[in-house]
Nanobody, 118 residues
């Protein structure tokens, strides 16, 4: 069983920063890529960023490009999301996801809440 545990969410003022973490664990865990998604109240879940676990190549949603940075620690099997210059529209529940193979995310964490006040 694969487990993903997010942490680092909280309440921050607009313009502030937060760093989210996602620790992955489980037997015979194979990682192709990991990503961050978010869901605001009344809205569908949306993609935020992803990282290739081996190459480290990254991809971002346009709404966060230049403000958010995704990174990973292969040895610790931990994913990060550094969020700078946060805006009220970034308020959402943030989830990390793990894809053991291309084009698919099979495992999801419970998420962590990020609230940005204006």
């Amino acid at each position: 069983q694969v487990q993903l545990v997010e942490s680092g969410g909280g309440l921050v003022q607009a313009g502030g920063s937060l760093r989210l973490s996602c620790a992955a664990s489980g037997r015979t865990l194979s990682i192709y890529r990991m990503g961050w998604f978010r869901q605001a109240p009344g809205k569908e879940r949306e993609f935020v960023a992803q990282i290739s676990w081996i190459s480290g190549s990254t991809y971002y949603a346009d709404s966060v490009k230049g403000r958010f940075t995704i990174s990973r620690d292969n040895a610790k099997k931990t994913l990060y999301l550094q969020m700078n210059n946060l805006k009220p529209e970034d308020t959402a529940h943030y989830y990390c996801a793990l894809g053991p193979v291309p084009a698919r995310y099979d495992y999801w964490g419970q998420g962590t809440q990020v609230t940005v006040s204006s």
